[in-house]
């Protein structure tokens, strides 16, 4: 079973915006302060505006409300690391962190409520973004009572057969890791869309976990699927990284 060490070991992204961050619900605080986090201050900056302007306005008021945000997970016993950059790419900046500081996830923008409760993973055919998220699951979720559902999407027989192969060895797996075998559930359906399905389904949880298959966050998560995904969710998205 995993160790405490290996919890903070763990590095997740939380991308917050730093002009009006809000603060972090009890349950995404109780979710990720046993893992190392860093709280990524991104400040929008219009076209018409440089960086330099608005960081020599706003960069003390910036840091001070990204600094807030973090307090909520250190006061939970999270290790947190902040930083704050102005930008006119939101998405790019939070690429460029999550290369440069090698995290092992990034959650999306996104409410998630007090109590964490139904949490979905969309696991397909591909044996790294298997292998990546099973490992981050069965660390992720080591201690906590939320429920996890495995979610796989098939257009024929043919694949119908082998996601349910898959789900259920995925769920051996974080067995094996150490989760209740009650907490742990598995979804299929027949569906030519991925995409629709996984937003659809996860309109009845409070957190969506992806892999991705390339180490980008936008481009080739999903594959065809990436944006829509991403953009139409109605719950948060946590991306687990391929660190290759």
Do not use: C, K
Not at 206 to 229: A, F, I, K
Request: aromatic share 4%; hydrophobic share 40%; no cysteine.
């Amino acid at each position: 079973m995993p160790t405490v060490a290996d919890l903070s070991e763990t590095t997740i992204l939380i991308p917050v915006d730093a002009s009006d961050p809000g603060t972090p619900s009890q349950g995404v605080v109780e979710l990720l302060s046993p893992h190392s986090l860093i709280v990524l201050g991104v400040y929008p900056v219009p076209e018409q505006a440089t960086t330099d302007q608005l960081r020599s306005q706003f960069g003390e008021e910036a840091t001070a409300a990204v600094e807030t945000v973090a307090d909520r997970f250190a006061d939970d016993g999270a290790a947190v690391e902040t930083r704050v950059v102005f930008t006119h790419d939101r998405d790019q900046t939070i690429e460029r962190v999550a290369d440069e500081e090698r995290v092992d996830a990034v959650l999306t923008a996104g409410s998630i409520e007090e109590d964490l409760d139904r949490v979905l993973v969309p696991i397909r055919g591909e044996e790294g973004n298997v292998d990546a998220i099973v490992g981050f699951i069965g660390l992720l979720f080591q201690g906590s009572e939320t429920d996890v559902t495995l979610f796989n999407v098939a257009d024929s027989d043919d694949a119908a057969s082998q996601g349910e192969f898959l789900l259920r060895g995925v769920r051996d797996r974080l067995e094996e890791d150490g989760l209740d075998a009650g907490r742990i559930d598995w979804q299929q359906e027949r569906d030519y869309d991925p995409g629709d399905a996984i937003v659809r389904v996860a309109a009845d949880h409070d957190l969506l976990v992806v892999g991705e298959t390339e180490p980008s966050l936008r481009e080739r998560l999903l594959g065809e699927v990436t944006n829509q995904v991403i953009d139409e969710s109605p719950v948060p998205v946590l991306v687990v990284r391929r660190n290759d």
